[in-house]
């Protein structure tokens, strides 16, 4: 947690940098909470880095999550993740961390069958960890930063 807690940080220090040492912040709601009611932004920039909120697999338009299990789960997560990012010109070669909640370690061979196939021009840094309670009941959540 140490290592990730550098990483990220020295990641922050080099997407962020201006002249005057603070990064512009922008945050935007998800197109489906335009009014941003919602608790959270889907994406913010902060400098020359784009942060993701973590997404499950559910069904577009609904709060339902998409039949199946781990694996299609993972792929709905990772479309949004792919969708989210494109709606700021950003595509999937320029993620460079992710991390990804399951809530069973068990699944993660799985989960990785799906996720790595987002990825095939190289893979960005990663944490995968288990965790209870996902929401919606989730097998999986994903978040992930990319740089501009």
């Not at 479309?79 to 961390?97: D, L, Q, S």
């Not at 991390?99 to 990663?126: C, H, I, Q, S």
Request: aromatic share 8%.
């Amino acid at each position: 947690m140490r290592l990730f807690a550098m990483a990220l940080g020295a990641l922050l220090l080099a997407g962020c940098a201006h002249q005057d040492h603070r990064a512009q912040v922008e945050r935007y709601p998800s197109p489906e909470d335009p009014q941003g009611k919602l608790p959270f932004s889907e994406v913010v920039r902060a400098g020359g880095l784009l942060f993701q909120s973590g997404r499950v697999g559910v069904e577009p338009g609904t709060l339902k999550l998409v039949p199946g299990g781990i694996g299609p789960e993972t792929r709905q997560a990772m479309e949004y993740v792919k969708e989210a990012f494109a709606r700021h010109g950003v595509g999937m070669e320029r993620v460079v961390k992710c991390t990804v909640f399951l809530a069973d370690m068990k699944e993660w061979a799985a989960m990785n069958e799906v996720y790595v196939t987002y990825f095939p021009a190289g893979k960005p840094a990663r944490s995968a960890l288990g965790a209870s309670g996902l929401a919606l009941g989730a097998r999986v959540e994903i978040a992930c930063i990319a740089a501009l």
